[in-house]
Structure formats: C-alpha cells, structure tokens
C-alpha cells in the first residue's frame, strides 16, 4: 500500500486513503451536465429554427416581421421618450412640451379606446336606442269652433 501523506492544517500528517480529497471527484458529473447542456442548446436551436420557419410562411409571422421592422426603424425615437419620461434627461423646455403632450396623447388613446370598446359591445349584444316622441295637439273647443266656420267659409266660395 502506498502510503501518501498531506500536511493538514493542525500541522500534523495523514495518509491519502484517510479522506483527503480524491483527484477525480473535481469532475465527477462532468461528462453528464455537458451532455445535458449540449441536449439543451440543440432543443433550443431546433425551436429557433422552427420559430424562423413559421416568421416566414405564415401570415401572422409576416405581421410580427413587419412589426419587428417598424420598431427597430423607430427604436431611437421610443428610447428618447423613455429616457425623458423616466426623467434622465435635462429639464429642458422641449422636454416639458413633449411630456405633456405624451401624456395629452396617452389620455386620448385611453378614451378612443374606451369609446371604440363600448361600440363594439353595443354593436354585438345592444340594439340602438332610439327615442320616439309622439306630439299630441290638443285644440281647445272655442279654436275648434273657429276652425271649423274657417273651413266652411273656404269650401262656400
């Protein structure tokens, strides 16, 4: 038996085989955590390749293109508008004006909104209110007498 002996930290001693680490357990799982994160990374590139197969042949993927499109062309301006309504920009008095009119903008997003949704339900389960009047006239019997000599005097001649 080869005896191999460490210094401990008490400053005495021991042998090898007496539970001093064992060289091999440093990697012990290796060979199966890599295996598991190469399984994983190919389940992740087959869904990525799936989901660009179905950006490009459907017609919901080509709306999310077009989508994605038009908010990197305008990616500058939304991050500008986050950075002054978070306030990390300077106190300026443009600044000011597009911050009120943003929040002029989103009030009146909110009520279109709100109107647009009402519409929408009155249209589907409503029917449309309509008020009916009816007018009654009511003669008094001395305009009645009146009226009716009038009419025939009219019809005499």
Known sequence: MVLALFL???GSFVRADEGAVDPGADFQGYMEEKEKQD???EKYNQMVDEHELWRQ???TGWVVRQLQ???SHFAPFFIALS???QGETDDSASAFILTMFLRILV???YIVAAYAVAR???NVFGQEIVMEEEVVIELDEDENDDNDQNDESKKDQ
């Open 8 to 10: 401990s930290g008490n």
């Open 39 to 41: 399984t994983a990374r």
């Open 57 to 59: 042949t459907t017609t």
């Open 69 to 71: 499109a038009v908010g």
């Open 83 to 85: 950075e002054i309504l």
């Open 107 to 109: 009030i009146s997003a």
């Open 120 to 122: 929408i339900i009155n």
